[in-house]
């Protein structure tokens, strides 16, 4: 019954997104829709700049805009390897930046992130989500990849009204 319904409710945010022409009209509806599937507490979506290396995102749940280096934290680490990643504890791991947690007030528990790849498989963002109440997942990955696509058709098509 509950894939019956997740799968109505995609269908119905598929048709709400296309309706959203700005990244300040569709993020807070991607951000939404990801942290109830996967039970999550916050949702990032990091957008990449390759000119300036580095990573932002203005859909931070509570916070203001995020500005990290290309090749800092887990969002730099899942743009080097091009692959998604996990962790049920972030602080023992070196890549996590425990400095965004200080400067925002807020207490990462667990993360999952996955890239955005455009279409031409170029990583255009890192799709983040935080603190879910046991844990990530193999699954909440799968999941995060598939919707990942939809957060890439969407800025590619944001792109295009710009």
């Given at each position: 019954m509950k894939s019956k319904h997740l799968n109505s409710m995609l269908v119905e945010f598929g048709r709400e997104l296309l309706n959203k022409k700005s990244l300040e009209d569709g993020l807070p509806l991607i951000s939404k829709y990801a942290k109830?599937?996967?039970?999550?507490?916050?949702?990032?979506?990091?957008?990449?700049?390759?000119?300036?290396?580095?990573?932002?995102?203005?859909?931070?749940?509570?916070?203001?805009?995020?500005?990290?280096?290309?090749?800092?934290?887990?969002?730099?680490?899942?743009?080097?390897?091009?692959?998604?990643?996990?962790?049920?504890?972030?602080?023992?791991?070196?890549?996590?930046?425990?400095?965004?947690?200080?400067?925002?007030?807020?207490?990462?528990?667990?993360?999952?992130?996955?890239?955005?790849?455009?279409?031409?498989?170029?990583?255009?963002?890192?799709?983040?989500?935080?603190?879910?109440?046991?844990?990530?997942?193999?699954?909440?990955?799968?999941?995060?990849?598939?919707?990942?696509?939809?957060?890439?058709?969407?800025?590619?098509?944001?792109?295009?009204?710009?």
């Amino acid at each position: 019954m509950k894939s019956k319904h997740l799968n109505s409710m995609l269908v119905e945010f598929g048709r709400e997104l296309l309706n959203k022409k700005s990244l300040e009209d569709g993020l807070p509806l991607i951000s939404k829709y990801a942290k109830f599937v996967v039970e999550a507490d916050r949702c990032s979506i990091f957008i990449r700049d390759v000119k300036k290396q580095e990573v932002w995102t203005t859909i931070a749940d509570g916070t203001d805009r995020i500005i990290v280096p290309c090749d800092k934290g887990i969002v730099g680490y899942v743009i080097k390897q091009g692959e998604p990643f996990f962790t049920n504890d972030p602080y023992s791991d070196p890549n996590f930046l425990s400095e965004v947690d200080k400067k925002t007030g807020y207490m990462t528990k667990n993360i999952a992130a996955v890239p955005v790849y455009n279409s031409t498989r170029e990583i255009i963002g890192v799709l983040e989500l935080l603190n879910k109440e046991n844990g990530f997942e193999q699954n909440d990955i799968k999941f995060m990849i598939f919707f990942a696509h939809y957060v890439s058709g969407f800025l590619e098509l944001v792109e295009v009204y710009r």
